[in-house]
């Protein structure tokens, strides 16, 4: 079974960067999309970035609007892991931001939490104006 587990939250102050991680243990999961949601305090799930292998050397990435040239998601294919880069936090990025993976070639929305079948506990950003 797979499970993923964050790290790199933490206190910041608007304008600064940081750089969630995400390793997967339990299986290999090259053909699933691996993505990020935030949540903020009384507010829903909402998408932010995810990445999936197209096959040989062609990879397609997404992200919401809100992080659209700030943020960067990147994958470690080989060591089952997935990193978002976040550049010009803003107060409005605070949250708590989950991992997720979907089943192997998942074809749905990526943006929607419900195809995602696996997350993980979650780690807070919190950005200071």
């Known amino acids: 079974q797979v499970q993923l587990v964050e790290s790199g939250g933490g206190l910041v102050q608007a304008g600064s960067s940081l750089t969630l991680s995400c390793v997967a243990s339990g299986g290999s999961l090259n053909r699933a999309v691996m993505g990020w949601f935030r949540q903020a305090a009384g507010k829903e799930r909402l998408f932010v970035a995810a990445e999936s292998w197209l096959g040989l050397d062609s990879y397609y990435k997404d992200y919401s609007d809100s992080v659209k040239g700030r943020f960067t998601i990147s994958r470690d294919y080989a060591n089952n892991a997935v990193s978002l880069h976040m550049n010009s936090l803003e107060p409005g990025d605070t949250a708590v931001y989950y991992c997720?993976?979907?089943?192997?070639?998942?074809?749905?929305?990526?943006?929607?939490?419900?195809?995602?079948?696996?997350w993980g506990q979650g780690t807070r950003v919190t950005v200071s104006s």
């Open positions: 997720a993976v979907t089943p192997e070639y998942y074809t749905d929305d990526w943006h929607l939490p419900g195809g995602y079948h696996t």
